[in-house]
Nanobody
Framework: QVHLVESGGGLVPFGGSLKLSCAAS????????VKWYRQTPGKERELVAS????????YYADSALGRFTISRDNAKNTAYLQMNSLQPEDTAVYYC???????????????WGQGTQVTVSS
């Protein structure tokens, strides 16, 4: 059975850091690209970052560039999103997605986690 489980969210003060994890099981994690998305109520889901199967290609939304780092450890079947210099506008539910192809555009294909809440206080 396929599972993607995000963890690491929580409440953090302005300027703080969090590291999200996405643990995969039930499929060959190294065969799939990974994306991190976020969503707030009433807004469209936003693609935050993407990473290719071998980590050779990475993409960041303008809102994440310079502050967030996407990475993966295929031996551990886990992807990460290190978030630094967090701001209140980063408050959202963050979702992990694993899909066949690396891309820098959002789409609904692949496997999804249940999301983890990140709240940044001002």
């Amino acid at each position: 059975q396929v599972h993607l489980v995000e963890s690491g969210g929580g409440l953090v003060p302005f300027g703080g850091s969090l590291k999200l994890s996405c643990a995969a099981s039930g499929f060959t994690f190294s065969n799939l690209a990974v994306k991190w998305y976020r969503q707030t109520p009433g807004k469209e889901r936003e693609l935050v970052a993407s990473i290719s199967r071998d980590s050779g290609d990475q993409y960041y939304a303008d809102s994440a560039l310079g502050r967030f780092t996407i990475s993966r450890d295929n031996a551990k079947n886990t992807a990460y999103l290190q978030m630094n210099s967090l701001q209140p506008e980063d408050t959202a539910v963050y979702y992990c997605n694993a899909g066949t192809y690396y891309s820098i555009t959002p789409d609904d294909s692949g496997y999804w986690g249940q999301g983890t809440q990140v709240t940044v206080s001002s």
